[in-house]
């Protein structure tokens, strides 16, 4: 009867070794679940802000457009010299002196946009998005080499304009459209958005 009992006592001792053995595996399994579903939620609510302030940068390029345009028609000329009250260059190349706007470190760098336009309209106060609370900021540069009338040899050039704003060259017997052969430069708007948890978007668009 003795020896029976000790061999109990073995067995039981066994199942609890292998019992707790199976619990930190289990544990460790429970652990390793709870990081991963953390993770994961945190790529997509970076990924969702990310997105939220792509966005946004739509803003900065309608406002940037709007005074391209107001420029365009009440005086073409003040296109041909900077105005960096309203984050315009005229060209895409730096002056003698001047940081370099066409290297992508500088237009990364916070001093670059300290001084650059900020988006405007509605909802939006200051340059800041009020339902979401992005910051959105433009520069416009002109592709041309130097700041002088746009002409082929020193300007990126857009296709001539024919009829009511249509952009493709076609001849006037088609239709009979009537071609406008002056060609309009091309525009590079580099809109930074900075949002919320450090979030910060770079958008460029290129108009004519």
């Known amino acids: 009867m003795k020896i029976q009992i000790l061999q109990s006592f073995k067995q039981q001792g066994v199942v609890l070794f292998v019992a707790l053995i199976a619990l930190v595996v289990m544990s460790l399994a429970a652990v390793a679940l709870i990081r991963s579903v953390d993770t994961n939620t945190i790529i997509a609510g970076n990924m969702a802000l990310k997105h939220n302030a792509l966005v946004s940068s739509d803003r900065g390029v309608e406002t940037a457009l709007n005074w391209l345009e107001a420029q365009a028609v009440a005086n073409p000329e003040s296109l041909y010299s900077d105005n960096l009250a309203q984050g315009y260059y005229a060209t895409f190349l730096p002056e003698e002196g001047s940081p370099d706007l066409d290297s992508s470190i500088v237009l990364k760098a916070d001093a670059t946009w300290a001084a650059a336009a900020v ?90």
């Open 119 to 208: 988006a405007t309209g509605d909802g939006v106060v200051g340059g800041t998005e009020t339902s979401s609370g992005n910051n959105i900021r433009f520069i416009i540069q002109r592709m041309c080499r130097d700041t002088v009338a746009p002409a082929s040899n020193i300007c990126l050039l857009g296709d001539p304009e024919i009829g009511n704003g249509s952009k493709k060259v076609v001849p006037g017997d088609l239709g009979g459209a009537e071609i406008n052969t002056q060609q309009s430069p091309v525009y590079r708007i580099t809109t930074r958005v900075a949002g919320l948890k450090n979030t910060v978007s770079y958008a460029q668009t290129y108009v004519y």
